[in-house]
């Protein structure tokens, strides 16, 4: 099935407005912009969006330093498209990028992974043997889709027999795009739903879903079909007041909801997925599966000092990392920002937003030997998309409150606006905050 855009009709005055009220709320609650004359030696391991967007900041704040960024990585992906392609709005190009487009020249890259940290020895050892000294690091490494801990699970199969991801690549968006029209096309049973590890996006496999249903029920076939979302928790959301209300959606679109089930494996060819419950092993039929992975530290953090040695954090690898400076808890010469911090809340980009400008401000006053000022409250936000032309402009911090930064949007209500700034007015300022204008 070929992709046709399906863009929102916004005038141009109305797209401005909208344009120039996301950037400066977006500003709000940035950092300092004081600059240092220090000349310390600064690793970032990881060129995604945090680590370029930390690159940048710290070229700008420490014009002396020697800023060096490791990553093997060319291509720099616009993850936040991802549910777009998937919905047949974005094409997969519409994503992809160079990552040397966005690095200041100043930045050096190392372009191999980073496959030791010795945070002892201050130092990073990359999968091409060059070992890189530092005296201050910032983690960025973004996290691992860990497809291949579903039994019977290979990412080789998005896109075949029924199975689909929308987190793996583009073209496994795409892939997406096509098996749900499959779907509703020949009937019968789909599966979505998340695991239960931390994530990037929770709001991701709850949107897909509601787009699938939206799909189905504008080509006149959602009659032919069986949507289940399963959750391995009693709720869809962790936000209370979140959960609540895409639970009135659901029961609204006729999905249905399958709590405390575990996905654990899945048999491709009779086409069954098995989860644990609490009370025992329960097997599901699909037509059509939305499998969003497991998610875990890369294996050369989880292999390190870096990671928590005790709570729930520490399981997957994730960095230990103080919530509100977003500095290391053991080594205070690191500093974490992105999906692979170890921190309550904060796996999407706009987390990056608000995560950088702190960790870089409290990385500048640990050089120069000043009390750390700025901190992260959490805030994390999520352009809840319930269908093509509408979604709920979500925003919270670490405690659960909802904290809109427009007070004529109710976070809660299903409107254009929300639509148009996920479809239009994010990616923009996605773009300025990997230069670190924003």
């Not at 600059?35 to 700008?60: D, E, N, Q, W």
């Not at 800023?67 to 998937?86: N, S």
């Not at 029209?181 to 931390?198: H, N, S, V, W």
Request: proline fraction near 6%.
């Amino acid at each position: 099935m070929s992709f046709e855009r399906t863009h929102t009709n916004v005038s141009r005055r109305d797209l401005v407005r909208l344009l120039t009220a996301t950037v400066a709320a977006a500003s709000f609650g940035g950092a300092s912009a004081q600059t240092s004359t220090a000349k310390p030696r600064i690793v970032v391991a990881g060129a995604g969006a945090a680590g370029v967007s930390m690159a940048s900041r710290l070229s700008k704040l420490l014009p002396n330093a020697t800023v060096t960024i490791i990553d093997a990585r060319k291509e720099h992906l616009y993850q936040p498209g991802f549910t777009l392609i998937a919905a047949g709005v974005y094409r997969p190009g519409d994503v992809v990028d160079d990552t040397a487009r966005h690095l200041p020249r100043s930045v050096k890259w190392v372009q191999e992974h980073v496959a030791e940290f010795d945070p002892e020895g201050k130092s990073v050892t990359t999968t091409g043997g060059q070992k890189i000294a530092y005296d201050f690091l910032v983690v960025t490494t973004g996290l691992k889709l860990d497809y291949e801990s579903i039994e019977g699970m290979d990412s080789k199969l998005i896109g075949r027999e029924g199975i689909a991801s929308v987190y793996a690549s583009p073209q496994s968006a795409a892939a997406c795009f096509s098996q749900v029209a499959q779907f509703y096309d020949k009937g019968g049973i789909g599966l979505f739903g998340r695991p239960r590890t931390e994530m990037k996006c929770a709001g991701a496999p709850l949107k897909f879903a509601m787009l699938a249903d939206d799909r189905a029920r504008t080509a006149g076939k959602r009659q032919n079909t069986k949507f289940v979302y399963y959750t391995p928790f009693t709720n869809v959301f962790s936000v209370v007041p979140v959960h609540h209300r895409v639970a009135e959606i659901f029961k609204r679109q006729d999905i249905d909801v399958a709590y405390d089930h575990d996905l654990t494996s899945i048999d491709p060819v009779r086409k069954i997925a098995r989860f644990k419950t609490p009370v025992g092993t329960e097997e599901m039929k699909y037509d059509f599966l939305h499998l969003v992975p497991p998610q875990r530290a890369p294996d050369a953090v989880r292999n390190s000092p870096l990671p928590w040695k005790t709570g729930a954090l520490a399981a997957d690898g994730w960095v230990e990392t103080n919530r509100d400076t977003m500095q290391h808890g053991r080594y205070p010469e690191i500093f974490v920002v992105g999906d692979i911090a170890g921190v309550p809340r904060g796996k999407t980009a706009a987390s990056v937003k608000w995560q950088a400008p702190v960790a870089a401000a409290n990385l500048m006053s640990v050089i120069d030997g000043k009390p750390m000022r700025e901190t992260y409250n959490g805030y994390t936000s999520c352009p809840m998309i319930t269908a093509i032309g509408k979604a709920m402009l979500i925003e919270f911090d670490y405690a659960g409150n909802l904290t809109p930064s427009f007070s004529f949007i109710d976070p809660l209500q299903e409107n254009w606006i929300a639509w148009a700034m996920k479809e239009q007015a994010l990616k923009p300022m996605y773009y300025a905050m990997l230069s670190g204008r924003v």
